[in-house]
């Protein structure tokens, strides 16, 4: 429903798709020091980038990982503040695309 990407290394969401808490979540996934974090909180309040550093969890080691907000034109950001048409995902020299499946 909501979405952030800072730098193209920080996303911000406010997601259904949560994997320790059920309904709607905030979850946040950085790229710092070779290392993936997620974070996630149950109640989708106050500023969409406010996160728990100290609960940050480490999902994996790569040695790169960025975030690319895709418009309707293919035209590719790294600092976006709406639902991208598409996101790209560069992880370690591979590339994921997501497309929201469904319009509000």
């Known amino acids: 429903k909501n979405f952030y990407l800072e730098g193209g290394k920080k996303l911000f969401l406010i997601t259904s798709g949560g994997q320790y808490y ?24 106050g500023n969409l980038t406010d996160y728990n550093a100290s609960e940050l969890q480490p999902l994996y080691h790569f040695s790169s990982v960025s975030f690319i907000a895709l418009n309707e034109e293919l035209k590719g950001f790294e600092n976006y503040y709406q639902m991208p048409y598409l996101l790209k995902v560069e992880i370690d020299n591979q590339t994921l695309i997501f497309k929201k499946y469904f319009d509000e």
């Open 22 to 45: 059920k309904g709607i979540v905030k979850a946040v996934f950085i790229y710092k020091n070779s290392t993936l974090y997620y974070w996630e909180f149950p109640y989708p309040y």
